[in-house]
């Protein structure tokens, strides 16, 4: 299809601190005891997308990447891993590679999101409507993970609202606006150029942006070379294309009757007035971009896309705690069909033939028990994800929570709600409620509530 495919990969993320660390970079923070980068090469393999790009915020997290990548995707993938400078923004790290870009269309997805949306689709749609950006949208995650907000609800703090407002043309095949997080008590402004080309608009606000896209790239570079200051492809680019994808002298926002002073100001309003009738009686027809191009006398206009995943479809990004917790909730639970695992059909979850099991201890349903790991004497495991090579004492609860690889729990620990990162020990008699606890730290004993243990 003559598409590059380009994995935005991050780097350190804050909003995951204490979960990432120099050693753990965003794209190799485990999902299910699997890296979560690999989900998306498991997706693009599964369209049959396999010569990518994966760009890399940082040297060093760049080759803890690549060094996962040569080992797990041999001979399956052709991956070229690209360290960028860190904290450029989507916008920048694009940048960075432009001449590593050179097909007619570029297929970007953002590293860190788990989903069965089919790339390949997404492709498709974009080449059929020759856009210049094609954005994917989704149903919003029923647990509604924040874009900063962690496990634990530590910010108590009361804020408005906020959610992206979308606008559909009456097919649902144009995007005609968006609002990044708008609040939900503030004023909407629409474009009346907009209005007055499709007609009428449906304005949505149960849909994300899945941060999956197809781009023109003579359209995105030319963007990102005349835009330096545009850092984001979500908060920057992709509105700027919604809003100039009518570009004329009839509706600009730079140019006005007045503005051009030269006398004729009657004469352009009489064409004025024949171009928005020829549009009006056109407004049902879905490739509204065809009757405006043809009504302004070969006036160019780009087309602006959306392809609406069904509702059947998962897609989430693990962009905070609260997201963590949930893709981890979720691969092994409803979305197990996302692990690449076989669960058992008589219990509904994984236990590695490895994992010893203490006497009178239970792994409920819809658990994963890692190689390698060892669990005491009557021990409870409830929707939880524990890692390979795990040491748990006797008399251990836990639920909803995840524990990375080589973690030690002690005797009659209780932990809820929480992950606990590779390495970590917890004394006996620790009682953890949506705490998270930085890899390799030690954690004594007592009860906490919605803490974070981490080096100073």
Same mark, same amino acid.
């Given at each position: 299809?003559?598409?590059?495919?380009?994995?935005?990969?991050?780097?350190?993320?804050?909003?995951?601190?204490?979960?990432?660390?120099?050693?753990?970079?965003?794209?190799?923070?485990?999902?299910?005891?699997?890296?979560?980068?690999?989900?998306?090469?498991?997706?693009?393999?599964?369209?049959?997308?396999?010569?990518?790009?994966?760009?890399?915020?940082?040297?060093?997290?760049?080759?803890?990447?690549?060094?996962?990548?040569?080992?797990?995707?041999?001979?399956?993938?052709?991956?070229?891993?690209?360290?960028?400078?860190?904290?450029?923004?989507?916008?920048?790290?694009?940048?960075?590679?432009?001449?590593?870009?050179?097909?007619?269309?570029?297929?970007?997805?953002?590293?860190?999101?788990?989903?069965?949306?089919?790339?390949?689709?997404?492709?498709?749609?974009?080449?059929?409507?020759?856009?210049?950006?094609?954005?994917?949208?989704?149903?919003?995650?029923?647990?509604?993970?924040?874009?900063?907000?962690?496990?634990?609800?530590?910010?108590?703090?009361?804020?408005?609202?906020?959610?992206?407002?979308?606008?559909?043309?009456?097919?649902?095949?144009?995007?005609?606006?968006?609002?990044?997080?708008?609040?939900?008590?503030?004023?909407?402004?629409?474009?009346?150029?907009?209005? *007055?080309?499709?007609?009428?608009?449906?304005?949505?606000?149960?849909?994300?942006?899945?941060?999956?896209?197809?781009?023109?790239?003579?359209?995105?570079?030319?963007?990102?070379?005349?835009?330096?200051?545009?850092?984001?492809?979500?908060?920057?680019?992709?509105?700027?294309?919604?809003?100039?994808?009518?570009?004329?002298?009839?509706?600009?926002?730079?140019?006005?009757?007045?503005?051009?002073?030269?006398?004729?100001?009657?004469?352009?309003?009489?064409?004025?007035?024949?171009?928005?009738?020829?549009?009006?009686?056109?407004?049902?027809?879905?490739?509204?971009?065809?009757?405006?191009?043809?009504?302004?006398?070969?006036?160019?206009?780009?087309?602006?896309?959306?392809?609406?995943?069904?509702?059947?479809?998962?897609?989430?990004?693990?962009?905070?705690?609260?997201?963590?917790?949930?893709?981890?909730?979720?691969?092994?639970?409803?979305?197990?069909?996302?692990?690449?695992?076989?669960?058992?059909?008589?219990?509904?979850?994984?236990?590695?033939?490895?994992?010893?099991?203490?006497?009178?201890?239970?792994?409920?349903?819809?658990?994963?028990?890692?190689?390698?790991?060892?669990?005491?004497?009557?021990?409870?495991?409830?929707?939880?994800?524990?890692?390979?090579?795990?040491?748990?004492?006797?008399?251990?609860?836990?639920?909803?929570?995840?524990?990375?690889?080589?973690?030690?729990?002690?005797?009659?620990?209780?932990?809820?709600?929480?992950?606990?990162?590779?390495?970590?020990?917890?004394?006996?008699?620790?009682?953890?409620?949506? *705490?998270?606890?930085?890899?390799?730290?030690?954690?004594?004993?007592?009860?906490?509530?919605?803490?974070?243990?981490?080096?100073?």
């Amino acid at each position: 299809m003559d598409f590059q495919v380009v994995i935005l990969a991050g780097g350190f993320s804050s909003n995951l601190v204490p979960l990432v660390s120099k050693e753990v970079p965003k794209a190799l923070l485990p999902v299910a005891n699997r890296p979560v980068l690999s989900y998306v090469l498991d997706l693009l393999e599964s369209s049959n997308l396999k010569d990518l790009i994966v760009v890399v915020e940082g040297e060093d997290a760049a080759l803890k990447v690549g060094g996962w990548i040569s080992s797990a995707c041999v001979d399956r993938l052709h991956v070229e891993v690209a360290a960028v400078a860190e904290n450029v923004g989507t916008g920048g790290a694009l940048r960075a590679i432009a001449h590593h870009l050179t097909a007619k269309d570029i297929l970007i997805l953002s590293g860190d999101i788990v989903s069965d949306i089919s790339p390949g689709a997404v492709a498709a749609t974009h080449r059929r409507h020759d856009a210049s950006v094609t954005a994917v949208l989704c149903a919003e995650p029923v647990s509604g993970p924040s874009e900063s907000g962690g496990a634990g609800g530590k910010d108590k703090t009361k804020k408005p609202a906020r959610l992206d407002i979308i606008g559909l043309d009456s097919s649902k095949q144009f995007l005609l606006y968006i609002a990044i997080e708008a609040e939900i008590k503030k004023d909407t402004r629409l474009k009346k150029s907009i209005l *007055c080309a499709a007609g009428k608009m449906e304005l949505r606000s149960d849909l994300m942006d899945s941060h999956i896209y197809a781009f023109k790239r003579s359209v995105l570079q030319e963007v990102l070379d005349q835009k330096p200051a545009f850092r984001s492809l979500k908060q920057d680019v992709l509105p700027y294309l919604v809003r100039t994808q009518l570009r004329s002298d009839v509706f600009s926002e730079e140019k006005t009757v007045e503005e051009n002073g030269n006398g004729n100001g009657k004469n352009n309003m009489q064409s004025n007035e024949v171009v928005l009738s020829q549009i009006l009686s056109n407004a049902s027809l879905p490739s509204f971009h065809q009757v405006y191009e043809s009504g302004l006398n070969s006036r160019k206009t780009h087309k602006c896309c959306v392809y609406i995943a069904d509702e059947s479809k998962y897609c989430i990004r693990l962009n905070s705690i609260q997201a963590y917790m949930d893709v981890n909730r979720d691969v092994i639970g409803d979305a197990n069909h996302l692990s690449g695992y076989s669960f058992s059909a008589q219990h509904n979850n994984i236990v590695h033939p490895s994992a010893v099991l203490g006497s009178k201890t239970t792994v409920g349903q819809n658990c994963m028990l890692g190689e390698g790991s060892q669990v005491g004497d009557k021990c409870s495991v409830k929707r939880s994800v524990i890692g390979r090579h795990c040491r748990i004492g006797s008399n251990v609860k836990v639920v909803n929570s995840v524990v990375m690889d080589h973690a030690t729990i002690g005797d009659g620990c209780s932990i809820q709600g929480s992950v606990i990162c590779s390495n970590a020990q917890l004394q006996e008699r620790v009682s953890l409620r949506d *705490c998270q606890v930085e890899a390799g730290y030690v954690v004594n004993g007592g009860e906490h509530k919605g803490e974070t243990f981490a080096r100073k």
